[in-house]
Each structure stands twice: as C-alpha cells, then as structure tokens.
C-alpha cells in the first residue's frame, strides 16, 4: 500500500494518533532494551560533550543514555504524549516538533534518528534528510535506522517506508540534490533488540557531512 493517505487520514496523522494512544506501551517496550551497541557506535564518531539532536526521541531512552556520558542534548518528537513520557524519562524539556519543522543550519554535532524518520514518506524524505544536513556542523554525523526492505505503506496502525541498500542510495542522491551526498560512515543490518522480534531485520546507517 503505497497511498499515504488512509480514510482521509495522511500518514503522518495516522503515526501520531498510533503514538498518542499507544504511548505508554511502547515506551515500555522500548524504554530498557539494551541498546548501547548502536548507541555507543554513534558516540564514537562523537567528541566528549559534543550536542547532539535525539530526533524523533520517542520515549527518551536514547536521550537518557546520551546525557548519562556527558553529551549536551536536545530531543524533540512529534507527538505529545511522547514528548510528555521523553521528557520525564531523559529530565529534560523536550520540543514537539514535526521532522519538516527542523530549520537549525550547523548546530549539532549529531542528529540521532533512531526508528523515526522510517514514518515519513520516501518522497519526503530527501527534504527532512536534507534538512538534518543542514543542521549538523561540518564534519557532524547523522544515525537513521529504517525496517529493512522496500515495503511502504501503513503496516501496525503506523505509516512506514522501509529501505534496503538501493533505496538508500537514492534517498542519499535526491536529498543531496546535484552535490555531493552524505558520507557514509558505516552502514550494517541488525536483528530487533525486543524480545521476541529478533527475526525483523534493520538497516543501520551513520553519516557524515562533509561539506
């Protein structure tokens, strides 16, 4: 199902409204799997105290870590009651905010994406990834993890545009526009960290801005 919009309903909408109603239960099965091998891979491209943007924080997991090693953050995620529940989890404010809403140019060091920008729409997404480019310094990098395969559509309640190593190639190419594209740092496919979901494969990818 390649249409964005569900009874009237875009996808975006249908993602927040899973999140608002669902928020609770999904920060329980998210908010304490170990996650510090990705985590950790990302804070390496890192200097000590660099500031990084949690985008898409969800329900703050990554934020909480992120502080906790001496990193300077800021999060924010578009819908409210994850905001509310990241907030309390990472203890401190975060913004909620749409990814199209992201207008920085080189302030962090880092943008995290972890399973968040995988909710906007493939032809969307050179515009929001372009974006973060934007607002990562020269030489900063940027994480985003996307459900491995070419499937786009609403799946679960929530909308999501999954992407395999040629569908990355292009998102990389579109949201560069004619210049040089995004670095690619590292790039690998891992197992779910839930219990249970092992078998859901994920395309990991962190890049650098090198201009």
């Known amino acids: 199902m390649s ?9 975006t909408d249908l993602t927040l409204e899973y999140y608002d109603r669902n928020s609770d239960r999904f920060a329980a099965d998210t908010m304490n799997v170990r996650f510090t091998e990705v ?9 000590p ?16 870590y992120f502080l906790s090693k001496g990193y300077a953050v800021e999060a924010c995620d578009g819908s409210a009651e994850m905001v509310r ?14 990814f199209e809403e992201l207008k920085e140019e080189e302030r962090y060091d880092g943008i995290f994406a972890c ?5 906007v729409p493939f032809k969307k997404l050179p515009d929001i990834l372009a974006r973060m480019e ?21 799946r679960s ?20 526009g ?20 092992e078998d859901e494969k994920w395309l990991n990818v962190i890049l650098r801005r090198e201009q």
């Not at 985590?39 to 200097?47: E, M, N, P």
């Not at 529940?85 to 749409?98: C, F, N």
């Not at 934007?134 to 609403?154: H, L, P």
């Not at 309640?157 to 560069?176: I, P, Q, W």
């Open 3 to 11: 249409d964005r919009r569900i009874s009237g309903k875009s996808g």
């Open 39 to 47: 985590q950790d891979r990302f804070l390496g491209y890192l200097a």
């Open 49 to 64: 105290g660099s500031l990084i943007l949690d985008f898409g924080c969800g329900s703050g997991r990554d934020s909480r």
């Open 85 to 98: 529940i990241a907030s309390q989890t990472a203890g401190i404010p975060v913004k909620q905010m749409l």
């Open 115 to 119: 399973s968040s920008i995988l909710h």
């Open 134 to 154: 934007k607002a990562v310094k020269k030489g900063g990098v940027i994480y985003v993890s996307f459900k491995y395969g070419t499937f786009e559509g609403v």
């Open 157 to 176: 309640g929530r909308y999501f545009t999954d992407l395999n190593e040629e569908r990355l190639e292009k998102l990389l190419a579109e949201a560069a």
């Open 178 to 197: 004619g210049k040089t594209p995004l670095c690619i740092c590292k790039r690998w496919i891992s197992g779910d960290v839930r219990p249970g979901r």
